[in-house]
């Protein structure tokens, strides 16, 4: 799975045991990146604003969505408002319920409310294990849902979210205008 910041970035801040890369994109606009492993199951990114944290999806893995937590924790005090999800795919969603329980308010295009606990489990097969099974029925639904775009404010910071046409008829992109950075998710892929 891909999260694309346009930007080169520099590695910030990060722990040796955060199962990804923290990417500084622009001032306050960060990309985690997933590692060699394959530990937290995907990409996630967060905007650090005026008054708050927008986080764009919150990886397959819970416990990486932990170690994201603390990683911006480490870098302000500000609250994480938003999170943002992609598409509804597990490996871009798999945390938001770790994210609704640190405040946010998880954003998701339209379809996603309907396929988060069905469609998931497809992506494994015909016969997932029990504990993918289990996991996919408790994911976190979405809080608020577009088929339009939509503007997030953090202060002054604009943050512009959209829906396009792609990968699961559910996508969402969210573009940092100030910081000329879009977050993608698995609308574009690098290798």
Same mark, same amino acid.
Not at 52 to 78: H, M, Q, Y
Not at 103 to 124: C, D, K, P, Y
Not at 155 to 181: C, E, N
């Given at each position: 799975?891909?999260?694309?910041?346009?930007?080169?970035?520099?590695?910030? $801040? +990060?722990?040796?045991?955060? #199962?990804?890369?923290?990417?500084?994109? !622009?001032?306050?606009?960060?990309?985690?990146?997933?590692?060699?492993? =394959?530990?937290?199951?995907? $990409?996630?990114?967060?905007?650090?604003?005026?008054? @708050? /944290?927008? /986080?764009?999806?919150?990886?397959?893995?819970?416990?990486?969505?932990?170690?994201?937590?603390?990683?911006?924790?480490?870098?302000? #005090?500000?609250?994480?408002?938003?999170?943002? $999800? %992609? *598409?509804?795919?597990?490996?871009?969603?798999?945390?938001? !319920?770790?994210?609704?329980?640190?405040?946010?308010?998880?954003?998701?295009?339209? $379809?996603? *409310? =309907?396929?988060?606990?069905?469609?998931?489990?497809?992506?494994?097969?015909?016969?997932?294990?029990?504990?993918?099974?289990?996991?996919?029925? +408790?994911?976190?639904? #979405?809080? /608020?849902?577009?088929?339009?775009?939509?503007?997030?404010?953090?202060?002054?910071?604009?943050?512009?979210?959209?829906?396009?046409?792609?990968?699961?008829? @559910?996508?969402?992109?969210? %573009?940092?205008?100030?910081?000329?950075?879009?977050?993608? @998710?698995?609308?574009?892929?690098? *290798?």
């Amino acid at each position: 799975a891909a999260l694309f910041a346009i930007h080169a970035g520099a590695a910030a $801040n +990060v722990t040796a045991t955060d #199962p990804f890369t923290l990417m500084s994109i !622009a001032p306050g606009v960060y990309a985690a990146i997933d590692g060699p492993t =394959g530990r937290s199951g995907s $990409n996630a990114g967060f905007v650090i604003g005026d008054d @708050g /944290v927008l /986080v764009i999806d919150s990886f397959f893995d819970p416990e990486a969505t932990k170690a994201l937590i603390a990683d911006i924790r480490s870098l302000t #005090p500000k609250p994480i408002r938003y999170v943002v $999800n %992609t *598409h509804y795919h597990a490996d871009h969603v798999g945390g938001d !319920a770790v994210l609704r329980a640190a405040g946010a308010i998880i954003i998701a295009h339209r $379809n996603v *409310h =309907g396929w988060v606990r069905t469609e998931n489990l497809h992506l494994f097969g015909a016969h997932p294990s029990p504990r993918i099974e289990a996991m996919i029925k +408790v994911l976190a639904l #979405p809080d /608020v849902t577009t088929d339009q775009e939509l503007t997030i404010w953090l202060g002054k910071r604009k943050i512009l979210i959209q829906p396009v046409l792609g990968h699961t008829g @559910g996508d969402l992109i969210v %573009t940092v205008p100030d910081a000329k950075t879009v977050f993608c @998710g698995d609308i574009l892929w690098r *290798h």
